[in-house]
């Protein structure tokens, strides 16, 4: 397995610390989070020590902790100009076939 670039060990270790905030100003233990995530407390703590977990439990515990909806909106790339800009140029436009309104 190749190694982790520093940029993004960085990134896990702030997302982590992030994910630990919000459950602490909710005032959930890690047990908690992990049985409303259908994970185990020490996977919690992997993910708020920046250790690796699967994108699917770590969006479980940001439902969890009420940051999926702004993660997911985070990667939309229409919600970027450049974004925009680059689908203008890229994305076919829309076909219409009869009986499109």
Known sequence: ????????????????????????????????????????????????????????????VMRVLGLMDAVVAATDPFATERGRLLADEKLPERVRVRGDA
Do not use: C
């Not at 702030?14 to 185990?40: D, F, H, P, S």
């Open 1 to 60: 397995m190749p190694t982790t670039p520093t940029p993004v060990k960085r990134s896990l270790r702030v997302i982590g610390q992030n994910l630990a905030n919000q459950r602490k100003l909710l005032g959930l233990t890690a047990k908690m989070v992990a049985e409303r995530a259908g994970t185990t407390p020490p996977t919690i703590s992997k993910l708020e020590n920046g250790e690796g977990t699967t994108l699917e439990i770590a969006l479980r």
